[in-house]
């Protein structure tokens, strides 16, 4: 299946197939089905119009009576269900309605367009009604409301936008933040489906969709399921070509090898790989791409790449991409200069002893450069001993750190304006033997730095006061 297509196979139905089986909203949605509303008890106490009673009664038989009431008496239909979603409470019977819109819009998808005329019509906003149910405490409740949504903003002739659509996105946005959230499946299910349509890509987007995505798969806590759903929305993401340049700004790449590398599922593995290719084709920036080429050797991928070619795939798409990639890496590093390759192991937060580390060369050459782009480079250097929980980590940055005080004149006053000093002084009494040690060595660089500059002031000083 091609790459296009994959997007265009996600089913329309959002729950459909194995994955929908195993969704909580259907299981749960099939047992609230079976337990039917007494609705006569409901027309006795005059909580529903005689009206309203008659429709939903011929609605909730599936079959030639209900296609034809949805085709004769349409406005009627929707002017029944926005009535009992407006005035009934009742959280069981709310959730009835709901599984029952949303069979109607399953069965077919161009019944959106019977809540659209009906609002028109009556001069009133399809999605309020719809929008006020995603604050009810109830949870299945939301989540069916939202399964609707996404149908509605998908298949309907006219695309959700301004606040509504904003709203929305956010409510999704948070629901995949809400912790132990056990509608996560169906949460990703209509992110599928919305960021299918590039309209809404690009809100998303500004909203920090991308980095809620990233932080979320980057716990590490979701299943592959999820991991495969959440991982599709960024691949889509990558469509947009403005988005696929910003990626590499948002982790995506070390989020994704780490994901890469423990897949055990053959579909996480393809739609990984199909993002990685999206990186690397859709900038239309040539450095951006060569930068994902970079980031990608830095995390790992073509280790990864090697293991995976020796695996036999059902999947024609993933020895493509495997193939793919392994050659644009494989040329990234032949053009790769040392500089560049540094900055890519600094910037991937994944520092090992590499060559350049210990190279005096390296140092005399570059130390100067990690100056550039307002210190980018030794910002976040500091910022890695401050943060990483890694030894190797830890003990690269000190040494570098070292090394830059050692061959840039002013390395010792910049580090103390950056607050990098005191970081490097904090590891000399960390708990690992090594990290002290690069510790050690790299504030007596400092200390030697200071005595050389007091030296040569002193020369200048007997100097003078000679002359």
Known sequence: MSHNSLAAALPEDIDRGVAGATSV?????NEIRM????????????????????????????????????????????????????HISKDQTIQYILILVDDILSEDKG????????????????????????TRPDTFIINMTARIIAKLACWSREPMDGSDLTFYLTWLKDQLRTPSNEYMQSVGRCLQMMLRVEEYRTVFYQLDGVVTIVQVLSTGKLNFQIQYQLTFCLWVMTFNNAIAEKMNKYSVIPTLADILSESVKEKVTRIVLAVFRNLIEKPEEPPIARENCIQMVQCKVL??????????????????????????????????????????????????????????????ENSGRL?????????????????????????????????????YHRGKRVLEQLGGKQWVMQHLTHQDPSVRCEALLAVQKLMVHNWEYLGKQLEKDTQTTRN
């Open 25 to 29: 909203l259907v299981q749960r949605a």
């Open 35 to 86: 337990q039917k509303v007494n609705w006569p008890s409901y027309l006795q106490s005059q909580m529903i119009s005689q009206e309203d009673y008659e429709v939903i009664m011929a609605v909730e038989l599936p079959g030639q009576n209900r296609a034809g009431l949805l085709h004769n008496q349409r406005l009627q239909v929707a002017r029944t269900f926005m009535n009992l979603l407006g």
């Open 111 to 134: 019944r959106v367009e019977i809540f659209k005329e009906y609002a028109r019509k009556h001069k009133e906003s399809m999605w309020s009604p719809f929008l006020n149910l995603l």
């Open 303 to 364: 280790k990864q790449l090697e293991i995976l070619a020796q695996r036999k795939f059902e999947d024609e798409d993933i020895t493509s991409d495997i193939e793919f990639l392994n050659e644009k890496l494989q040329t990234s590093i032949q053009d790769l200069s040392s500089f560049e390759e540094y900055c890519s192991e600094v910037k991937s937060g994944r520092m090992e002893w590499s060559p350049v580390h210990k190279s005096e060369k390296f140092w005399r």
């Open 371 to 407: 100056n550039e782009k307002n210190f980018e480079l030794l910002k976040i250097l500091i910022n890695l001993l401050e943060t990483s929980k890694d030894t190797l980590v830890l003990s690269v940055a000190c040494h570098d750190i070292g090394e830059y005080t050692r061959h």
